[in-house]
């Protein structure tokens, strides 16, 4: 008798853990999605990626079917499914569509262009301050922690070559930096970089011998042990760490307040008013020179900003070109995988825009972060008229967030070093 109950709760543990979760991720137009990212919300450590076909297979033993996984992707709505609806019935796969998102990086871009409306200064002067008095009501001084699942694609020639995903905790301390901007900490949880197997044995080539470990051994000054510090998160792309702290709207909102000449406004249909603050740099003798316009989508009742956008492009000239390095050429190498291998590359020029987006929630009468994005397409031009695309898209959701009792994060928190796993796509 004690026998049978043994097998009977023994093959019910085996039954719990062959549960596999799987699926195809499309879009509207039942088109696949690669390199979407699909991972429960509590444990995201055991999600995924699609594939170029956009199937998926994972599995989480012991995972409740009520359990909620979360599908993502740049430029598409989050959609949030239970996990017993990435269960197969009867041999037929399930199949989820992604819904292309409102705030699309360019949508938002677009929608910015000054109206017929007034735009006096003092009319300007009188907007920027009542929409500078709710964000300063919105935005907590006040520390807090999210929990958030970070990726970064690399593309080349409109196809995606690899996806690397970050889980980590990031602590914002208001203030607590210099200018007033918030100073931001991140400690990497975990980390996959997902290859097809083709794409893993030429990344692997290139790299040959891990240039990024071989670099940071070398590492000897001040300078280059911060910088160890800051990539301690294991990461061969430092986007993870760069985009929470990128779009410092509260900051930057109130240092432009008094430049009203620069600011244009639009309303749209939606009640939402469109602020738009327009900034031109140029330095050393032009060989430096940005556009950078920063986008308040605004409700137009109440003032609350609801979303913030940032268009950015940027041209570099070096005059006399820059040799680079074996280490940067494999660099190079590795974020142009589709292109020949680049023996020789003196850098003469460097243009791109970049597009960011950040999206609000709102908790207890005050705004957090909710998710980010961005999309970046610039290129990178040489001696004889090479030049390399280097295209990355961006995405960070959060899915946890604590307010109360939230601490600085220790430095041995940030340092340490954080387990990472390659993963081929199928």
Known sequence: MKRTILLFFLTLSIAAQAVMYQGRVVDQNNRPIGYATVYPEMVPELGTATNSDGHFAFDAPGLPGESRIIVSFIGYEKLTLRAKELVAQDSVLPVFVLKEQPIALEETVVAAKASKQKNKRKQMAALLHAVYVKLEEDFPDENAQYQVVSDVRMLAENSTWGMEQMIANIVVLPEKA????????????????????????????????????????????????????????????????????????????????SDTKHWTVSNESTGETVLTHTQKVSKYLGCFQMTMQRHYIVDSDTYAVRRFSEHAEV????????????????????VNMNENRIEKFRLKKLRGNIDYNTIYQRRNGHVYTQEKNMLTNAYILGSKKMEIPLVIKATQRVTGLQTEGVKPLSASQITKRVKREIVEIY
């Open 178 to 257: 210099r200018e007033g901007r918030d100073s931001v900490q991140f400690q990497g949880r975990f980390c996959k970089r997902f290859f097809s197997a083709e794409k893993r044995a030429q990344a692997d080539s290139i790299l040959a011998g891990n240039t990024l470990e071989r670099m940071e051994k070398q590492s000897k000054t001040p300078a280059n042990m911060m910088r160890k510090a800051a990539n301690a998160v294991d990461s061969g792309v430092v986007v993870h760490q760069a985009l929470f702290a990128l779009g410092n709207m509260r900051y930057d909102f109130e240092q432009a307040m």
């Open 315 to 334: 041209k570099v000239t070096i005059p006399f070109g820059i040799k680079l390095n074996d280490d940067q050429l494999q660099m190079l190498n590795l």
